[in-house]
């Protein structure tokens, strides 16, 4: 870079601490609310980016949703996925504030570990959580599922999926993100008949016994599609009368099913899902995962954008008073399949051949 552009990078990135130096919305332990930062006069189109926790096709319908919301709100965002994890998630966003953009929606991938990043990024930019939040920084809001309740109504699927009860496994990417955990928490409270506690976190390597189920262990993959599989087969092998593979990751049923079919155990081993990938929905079309619950990353996409823009231009109205802004889960089942796919894929085809 020349030492005229290198100056001209130093003074838009002035340009925009100064523009944003207010930070973001006090919450959790802080101590004197500080007001989202209301931008000068900004140029058309208003710049954001949408960052995901990772690579995955779980993404891929928020992709669609902001496309669909670039066009609503007349802005411009772009989505950006970290390949390797936090570290390249966090070398992301530092790259994305050079760059003085203009909001940021962010899944965190280890919360408790990125709050300093997170906080300065909000003395920077306009912050916002989606998917996964990280309530004890300076964020002004998240958009997303409340995840326990979410984790429970996957409970709820195993036990329709096997009514006099069995042993359970649960399989996820990762237990650093705080939605995996709660969404974890919610299924081994289901299938315990626990009072709701989001608070609560069950140990690593015990199992949970209730009066019917049984949580055998939690298996983690750390978004490895191929370990993923392997631990599903481990776990066939090792338990012979496993009841229910729980997949809390959009890739995990999949990967559980594929394990199940090579094992010539499709039926007898239920599979409860999460998320809406082709492969999750396919499985429960064809009737060998008995169901699965839905986020709505979407809604995830679209509305992030729509509240970004609204804050870039001043509204900070968008802002509910408990800074939370509730995506609902749904539990899709063979009988209901159908009718969620078809408007998924409908919504999908708009957003790219108007993209």
């Not at 990125?114 to 003395?123: G, H, K, P, S, Y």
């Amino acid at each position: 870079m020349s030492r005229l552009c290198t100056l001209v990078a130093i003074w838009s990135s002035a340009l925009i601490c100064a523009m944003f130096g207010g930070g973001c919305r006090e919450s959790g332990q802080s101590t004197s609310p500080v007001e989202a930062p209301t931008p000068a006069s900004k140029p058309s189109p208003i710049r954001l980016a949408y960052v995901t926790n990772g690579i995955a096709s779980f993404w891929n319908p928020a992709a669609a949703g902001v496309k669909t919301a670039e066009r609503e709100f007349g802005v411009r965002c772009e989505v950006v996925m970290p390949p390797g994890g936090v570290a390249d998630q966090k070398r992301m966003i530092e790259d994305l504030l050079a760059r003085g953009i203009d909001g940021l929606a962010i899944s965190p991938i280890d919360a408790a570990n990125q709050t300093q990043l997170i906080n300065d990024a909000c003395e920077q930019t306009l912050v916002i959580t989606q998917d996964c939040d990280a309530p004890d920084t300076n964020r002004l809001c998240y958009v997303g599922t409340d995840n326990y309740t979410a984790g429970r109504l996957a409970g709820q699927l195993v036990k329709e999926a096997l009514p006099d009860g069995g042993s359970v496994i649960i399989f996820v990417g990762r237990l650093e993100q705080v939605n995996a955990q709660v969404r974890r928490q919610g299924v081994i409270d289901e299938l315990t008949d626990r009072a709701p506690d989001a608070s609560r976190r069950d140990k690593l390597g015990e199992p949970v016994r209730g009066e019917k189920y049984v949580v055998l262990d939690t298996r983690t993959d750390q978004f490895d599609f191929g370990r993923a599989k392997a631990l599903a087969e481990d776990a066939i092998a090792k338990y012979p009368d496993l009841g229910c593979m729980v997949g809390l990751f959009a890739y995990n049923a999949p990967q559980c099913l594929a394990a199940v079919e090579e094992a010539g155990k499709v039926g007898k081993i239920k599979i409860v899902g999460f998320d809406e990938e082709d492969a999750n929905l396919q499985g429960v079309a064809d009737g060998k995962i008995y169901g699965t619950v839905v986020q709505n990353p979407y809604e995830y996409g679209r509305k992030s954008v729509e509240i970004l823009a609204a804050l870039a231009r001043g509204d900070k109205s968008v802002i509910p008073p408990g800074k939370y802004i509730d995506v609902p889960a749904r539990q899709i089942r063979r009988d209901n399949v159908h009718e969620f796919w078809k408007d998924l894929k409908a919504k999908m085809q708009a957003a790219n051949e108007t993209g």
